[in-house]
Structures are given as C-alpha cells and as structure tokens.
C-alpha cells in the first residue's frame, strides 16, 4: 500500500537509540528541549552533562546548519533531569520528514513527557517587534496540506493512534504557565502568543508569500518545530514551543530589508539569557505523572 521508498524508522530502530543512549546515561530526562537556530545556549544551563555527538548516536541524522552544534545534551535543569538537542534537523537540508522527526520519537522511548521546543521565526504579525518572544499556541502546516506530514506511511500503534487530534497540541497550561512566568520575570512587554506557519525553506519568503500567510492566520513564519509538535503529539508527550521573533517578514514593496541567516543568530544572541531564564524556570515548575 505504501511506497517501497517509505524512508520511517521501524519501532525496533528507535528502540535501539532509546536503548544504546540510555546505556550510557544514568540521566532519566521527564523534560526534552529542542533548541532552534542561535538558541542553543540553552543546553549550556544543564549540570552534570552527558554529551553525545549526533555522529556517535545510532541511527541520528547529522546538523548541517550554523547555529545547529550538532549535540545531544543529557542532564539536569535546576534539579529537574532534562535531555536537550542542541541543534535539530529541517526539511531543507534533504532528510526525510520521518528522519527530522525521529528524535521525538527517541524522547518517547527515554522517558520524556514533556518537549518544549524552540525556533527562531520572522515575524508576519505588524504588532510583533525583533526579539519579541511568541508563546506558540496553534499552527499552520503548509508541508502538510502539500502532503508531507510525518505520520504518513504504515502506523505503528506502539507509538500512536493512526488519526491523531491536532486541536490540542499545544498544551494550554503550559502556555499560560509561560505567561505567568514570563510577567513574573517583567517580559510581558515582549512576549506574546500566535499562530506559528512553518513552510519547507531554506529560501525565505517573498513578500507576496508573507502577506498570504498573514493573511491566513499566522503570526510568524520559519522552517521547524511543526513536524516535531505532530510526531510528539501522536506518541503522547505534552507539548510547549515558543517563537523568538528575530526578524520581520518583509510585506511591503517599497522595504529595503532583507531577511538572512545572520540576522537570524544575531537576535538569538541578543535575547539568548531571557529565553534561557524564562525555559529552565518553567522546567522547574512542571508536573509530572499527571498527564495523559
Ligand atoms: O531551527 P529553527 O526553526 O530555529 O531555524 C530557523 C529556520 C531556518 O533553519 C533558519 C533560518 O535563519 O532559522
Ligand atoms: O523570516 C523567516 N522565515 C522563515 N524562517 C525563518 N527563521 C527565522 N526567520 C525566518
């Protein structure tokens, strides 16, 4: 029924990385974090770290991004257990969907049951300002109505139900957790909640493409996070993820910007110890074991 060319890892495989990490590591993260382009200082905040190298990792595809170290970091936020990939895998750079999904898959199968996911995105909302922080609390998935959604091909049950509910995704406590977090810190004058649109990339959009997708709904665009959200979802861990606005979509003609790459690593920079500060104080206050 489905192409011989299907590219998924079986449940075995995964089960073999869940096992050779977990081998190596006495760290048993509840808390997975995925850190997205210039955010990778998060990782830095783990104590008593147990690093692998994506290369030494059966089975895990490489980062071929700057801004992607390229890392898998195990150990412990203020106390709490966590594992944090330092560096995550896109479309763009020609891995199959199942492949730049796969470490959720891997979280499952260590423990994780929350993954707080992170990206940098341009901001197509005309409120939104560079280094605004969007609490994401929807999605558009334009590579899924294209076809390409990570849950196509066989379904395994040991993962998840074959129709996964996609209206829950992003869990609402833990969206209202980071706003009260977040005001607690005194970032209410930059944070903010949306519609994140992830497209395939690696071109950025041209402006007639921003304001259709505007337009449509969404506060901000990038390249991530969406696929990762739907492979968590459908084995059954709770879900946050956040925007740092690090550039504005270009919607007007008349505009001499231009989105790039530097830029992009340039406002990671800049609001990296906000960003860290707000993540590892919400890990310290999630609950476990009360969730399904
Ligand atoms: O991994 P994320 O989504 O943070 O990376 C964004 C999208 C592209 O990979 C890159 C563009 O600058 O940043
Ligand atoms: O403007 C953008 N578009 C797509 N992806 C992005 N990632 C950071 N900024 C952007």
Sequence with gaps: ??????????????????DWLLAQTAVRPLVGI??????GGLADMLKDQVVFNYRDIPNFPQSTVRGHAGQLVFGTLKGRPCVCMQGRFHLYEGYPIQKV??????FKLIGVETVILTNAAGGLNQDFKVGDIMIIKDHLNMPGFAGNNPLMGPNDERFGVRFPCMSDAYDRELQQLAMDVGTELGYGHFLREGVYCVLGGPSFETIAECRMLHKLGADAVGMSTVHEVIVARHCGM???????ITNQAVMDYDSEEKANHEEVLETGKQRAEQLERLVSTMVTRIGHNNYS
């Design 34 to 39: 995925v850190c997205g382009s210039g955010l």
């Design 1 to 18: 029924m489905f192409p011989e060319s299907h590219t998924g890892y079986s449940y075995e495989d995964c089960r073999a990385t869940a």
């Design 101 to 106: 999904t796969l470490p959720m898959r891997i």
């Design 238 to 244: 709770r879900v946050f993820a956040l925007s740092l």
